[in-house]
């Protein structure tokens, strides 16, 4: 019997990040591994209290039962959406799949890279927006950053615009 793995998904609740978590709960993940959704708040986007403490290790691991629980993520400042949440409500139940949320405050390219190591991961799957090359020289890409700087394996699912 093999160990469970952690699969790391990046997501900000957007199309193109649902469908990257789409896309590792049909492609990547196997019944018992450890779906770990990443969610990287910007610098300074926190109230006072609790939050404080975990700006720099990133808040403790969040079961997905709390995800639902509008209390609860009121507390992260974090307001998933309908999709993501039947994403994940779906791979718990029907693959079996462990799903935790960890959330980070701070720049994104950085902060999935330390995510990477600190929980550790065994694989991130990540979204990517598609932005022409001069919005991405201006912006800067986060996947890009993140494939040349991650210490595991990383796929980028790619948005489709016409």
């Known amino acids: 019997?093999?160990?469970?793995?952690?699969?790391?998904?990046a997501i900000d609740f957007s199309e193109c990040s649902n469908k990257a978590l789409r896309w590792a709960v049909d492609n990547v993940g196997r019944n018992g591994d450890h779906l770990i959704l990443l969610?990287?708040?910007?610098?300074?986007?926190?109230?006072?209290?609790?939050?404080?403490?975990?700006?720099?290790?990133?808040?403790?691991?969040?079961?997905?039962?709390d995800l639902s629980?509008?209390?609860?993520?009121?507390?992260?400042?974090?307001?998933?959406?309908?999709?993501t949440?039947?994403?994940?409500?779906?791979?718990?139940?029907?693959?079996?799949?462990?799903?935790?949320?960890?959330?980070?405050?701070?720049?994104?390219?950085?902060?999935l890279c330390e995510a990477v190591d600190e929980i550790p991961l065994d694989c991130l799957v990540i979204g990517n927006r598609g932005f022409g090359k001069?919005?991405?020289?201006?912006m800067g890409s986060v996947?890009?950053?993140?494939?040349?700087?991650a210490h595991c394996p990383v796929t980028v699912v790619k948005d489709q615009r016409e």
């Not at 209290?49 to 039962?65: D, F, N, V």
């Not at 629980?69 to 999709?83: C, R, S, T, W």
């Not at 001069?134 to 201006?138: E, P, Q, S, T």
């Open 1 to 9: 019997m093999e160990a469970e793995r952690r699969v790391g998904v």
């Open 39 to 65: 969610y990287i708040q910007p610098q300074g986007f926190y109230e006072e209290g609790e939050m404080q403490l975990w700006e720099t290790t990133g808040s403790p691991l969040i079961p997905s039962k």
């Open 69 to 83: 629980d509008p209390d609860v993520m009121k507390k992260y400042g974090v307001k998933p959406d309908a999709e």
């Open 85 to 111: 949440l039947d994403i994940v409500n779906n791979a718990a139940s029907q693959k079996e799949f462990v799903v935790l949320m960890k959330i980070y405050w701070g720049d994104a390219r950085e902060k």
């Open 134 to 138: 001069l919005k991405r020289a201006i």
């Open 143 to 149: 996947s890009n950053y993140v494939v040349n700087s």
